[in-house]
């Protein structure tokens, strides 16, 4: 790997890293030396790139720093195709339009080299999802949870019975045939999952729910910890 390019991979890697990575982590994924990603960040620190950190305890990239868009490799076209293939098959309407768009953004914004990775993908998503019948408007309830709005649902379990609550939705989750509205339960002051095909109704409301979205995941992610020894991603 050239050094340019391996400078633009650090920057790459403490960009999506919410934590102090050490110069050992950076120098495995990288396949170079530690010795090697101590120049690199003295060179990077030396262009004034706001790296912060020291050997032993690791570096952290400050926010807001910007660098040219579209500056991808192969591998990371590939992952955003196939990715967006996925969310084609399986998102709602606006979202599978919107995945659509962004394959078309990036098949006309990359350099000419990289085209065929987009037009002619290697890796390819399935483009049928068999997911099963729903009336919930997605788009609607995805709205709810950027805008941290309460939800009124009205629900039917697995033995028919059903409930009206509400809900602080905060995330949507895709199984095999079904997605997942994941959210916090007024009725039950608890969190709960529901199923979007057993949804008769849902409004959203103009209340706001008094917790940002990111902070129920955070607590969430806690709870699945704590319950069961296992993190939802």
């Keep these: 790997m050239r050094r340019a390019d391996r400078l633009f991979q650090i920057v790459q890697l403490l960009r999506r890293s919410s934590q102090p990575v050490t110069a050992e982590a950076i120098a495995t994924?990288?396949?170079?030396s530690k010795r090697s990603v101590y120049r690199d960040i003295?060179?990077?620190?030396a262009q004034r790139v706001p790296v912060r950190?020291?050997?032993?305890i690791g570096y952290?990239?400050?926010?807001?720093?910007?660098?040219?868009?579209?500056?991808?490799?192969?591998d990371e076209v590939e992952a955003a195709v196939l990715g967006a293939q996925w969310v084609a098959g399986r998102g709602d309407p606006a979202l599978a339009r919107a995945a659509r768009d962004l394959i078309a953004k990036i098949a006309a914004t990359?350099?000419?080299?990289?085209?065929?990775?987009?037009?002619?993908?290697?890796?390819?998503?399935?483009k049928t999802w068999n997911v099963l019948p729903e009336t919930l408007d997605m788009a609607a309830m995805r709205g709810a949870i950027h805008s941290a709005r309460k939800v009124a649902l009205h629900y039917k379990d697995e033995k028919e019975?059903?409930?009206?609550?509400?809900?602080?939705?905060?995330?949507?989750?895709?199984?095999?045939?079904?997605?997942?509205?994941?959210?916090?339960?007024?009725t039950r002051d608890d969190f709960r999952m529901f199923r979007t095909d057993r949804v008769i109704l849902a409004e959203v409301l103009e209340d706001r729910?008094?917790?940002?979205?990111?902070?129920?995941?955070?607590?969430?992610?806690?709870?699945l910890r704590e319950q069961y020894g296992v993190e939802e991603h």
């Design 29 to 32: 994924e990288l396949e170079t």
């Design 42 to 45: 003295a060179a990077l620190m």
């Design 53 to 56: 950190g020291e050997a032993g």
């Design 60 to 74: 952290v990239l400050d926010s807001g720093f910007d660098m040219p868009p579209l500056m991808l490799t192969s």
């Design 110 to 126: 990359v350099p000419e080299r990289l085209r065929p990775v987009v037009l002619e993908p290697a890796l390819g998503a399935p």
């Design 161 to 186: 019975a059903e409930t009206r609550r509400t809900i602080w939705p905060f995330q949507v989750a895709y199984r095999e045939t079904t997605r997942i509205v994941i959210a916090w339960c007024e």
């Design 209 to 223: 729910y008094p917790a940002r979205p990111a902070a129920l995941r955070a607590k969430w992610r806690a709870h």
